[in-house]
């Protein structure tokens, strides 16, 4: 008993949350960069340690990312899914510390934002280019 392939949905349905999961992924990618950036270099008490060390550990899987995120490839939003989540658990993991919650908060928040946005953004791309190859 085999199983009929669900129906791709149309263009003009797919069209316009491509964008928008784009625009959004973006969006928390560079604020996630900005909030990495700017607390280290403002409000993070490093105990000595040279920021430009800490920024370049933090912020290393982002810009490798960036490239792919940029152009809109679908596979660079898939990776940046798995990425995302170690911000994510260090985000909830600072927000328990009262000196570091609002960071904490904000960084889950983005990360959350990015990981949802990025896996609608490849899941919407492959069924656009599926359906433009002609299936």
Known sequence: MAKTPKPLPA???LAPRLA?????SLLSFVGLALLLLIWNLVYADLHGARPWVILSIELAPLLILA??????SARAHAWTCFVVNLYFIKGVLAAFDPSRSRLGWIEALLSL???CAALLYT????QYDRKLAGE
Do not use: E, N, V
């Not at 899941?123 to 492959?126: G, N």
């Open 11 to 13: 263009l003009s349905w």
């Open 20 to 24: 928008l999961s784009r625009a959004l």
């Open 113 to 115: 934002t990015l990981f």
């Open 123 to 126: 899941r919407w791309r492959f």
């Open 67 to 72: 490239p792919g995120l940029l152009l809109g």
